[in-house]
């Protein structure tokens, strides 16, 4: 059926949304800014823009502290998501897999310190390895050049609407597993709707 599995990293690998959640919530406070989870769900985690606009001006020193609270918190509360090692365990060495996330080296690199998770994966695309972000189909497309297999013959694993809409623009057939900040979105363009990554196996056939 496919000869790639593509995966997402936050909110379907790692637990973090809700830490990159309170690093800009604690940013735009500092210069008088509430920033609400129904904000943060409609700006960054379906049209993938930063919220740190609603402070207006360049945002630098304002990214310099959210980046700086952001990997503070990685570093004490970064999780693996349940059932994600199980998953990977059952499924590494029947497909090729990377990680596809929009997420900057930096803090990838520290959520994933003690996560045991990278060895699953043959590469990795983080923020630097392509020029428009999702929900653009450039990183898929990136990484399809990257493995060397047609689209068609890929599929994405993601958790948000601006993840499945990138890939699904970019040819892939996707899985959707939505977690709390994502839920409500459209997810029309997923072929699977799944509640929890354990699913997956099941739907990929016997190894």
Same mark, same amino acid.
Request: charged share 30%.
């Given at each position: 059926?496919?000869?790639?599995?593509?995966?997402?990293?936050?909110?379907?690998?790692? =637990?973090?949304? !809700?830490?990159?959640?309170?690093?800009?919530?604690?940013?735009?406070? +500092?210069?008088?800014?509430?920033?609400?989870?129904?904000?943060?769900?409609?700006?960054?985690?379906?049209?993938?823009?930063?919220?740190?606009?609603?402070?207006?001006? +360049?945002?630098?020193?304002?990214?310099?502290?959210?980046?700086?609270?952001?990997?503070?918190?990685?570093?004490?509360?970064?999780?693996?998501?349940?059932?994600?090692?199980?998953?990977?365990?059952?499924?590494?060495?029947?497909?090729?897999?990377?990680?596809?996330?929009?997420?900057?080296?930096? !803090?990838?690199?520290?959520? !994933?310190?003690?996560?045991?998770?990278?060895?699953?994966? +043959?590469?990795?695309?983080?923020?630097?390895?392509?020029?428009?972000?999702?929900?653009?189909?450039?990183?898929?497309?990136?990484?399809?050049?990257?493995?060397?297999?047609?689209?068609?013959?890929?599929?994405?694993?993601?958790?948000?609407?601006?993840?499945?809409?990138?890939?699904?623009?970019?040819?892939?057939?996707?899985?959707?597993?939505?977690?709390?900040?994502?839920?409500?979105? +459209?997810?029309?363009?997923?072929?699977?709707?799944?509640?929890?990554?354990? =699913?997956?196996?099941?739907?990929?056939?016997?190894?």
């Amino acid at each position: 059926m496919f000869d790639a599995l593509f995966w997402d990293n936050d909110g379907v690998l790692m =637990e973090t949304e !809700h830490l990159y959640y309170r690093a800009n919530a604690a940013a735009l406070a +500092d210069v008088g800014v509430e920033l609400t989870l129904d904000d943060f769900r409609r700006i960054s985690l379906r049209r993938g823009e930063s919220v740190l606009a609603l402070a207006g001006g +360049d945002g630098t020193e304002l990214r310099r502290r959210r980046d700086e609270i952001y990997f503070r918190l990685l570093g004490e509360e970064a999780r693996v998501i349940s059932g994600v090692r199980d998953t990977l365990e059952q499924l590494h060495g029947r497909f090729a897999m990377a990680i596809v996330t929009s997420c900057r080296r930096e !803090h990838f690199v520290q959520m !994933h310190r003690e996560s045991g998770l990278l060895d699953y994966f +043959d590469f990795i695309l983080t923020r630097e390895d392509y020029a428009v972000s999702k929900p653009d189909p450039e990183p898929y497309r990136t990484a399809c050049i990257r493995a060397g297999i047609h689209p068609a013959r890929c599929l994405a694993i993601e958790d948000s609407e601006r993840g499945v809409v990138s890939a699904a623009r970019a040819g892939l057939c996707v899985a959707a597993i939505p977690g709390e900040l994502n839920r409500g979105g +459209d997810f029309s363009a997923a072929r699977w709707l799944l509640q929890e990554i354990g =699913e997956l196996p099941a739907l990929l056939g016997p190894g």
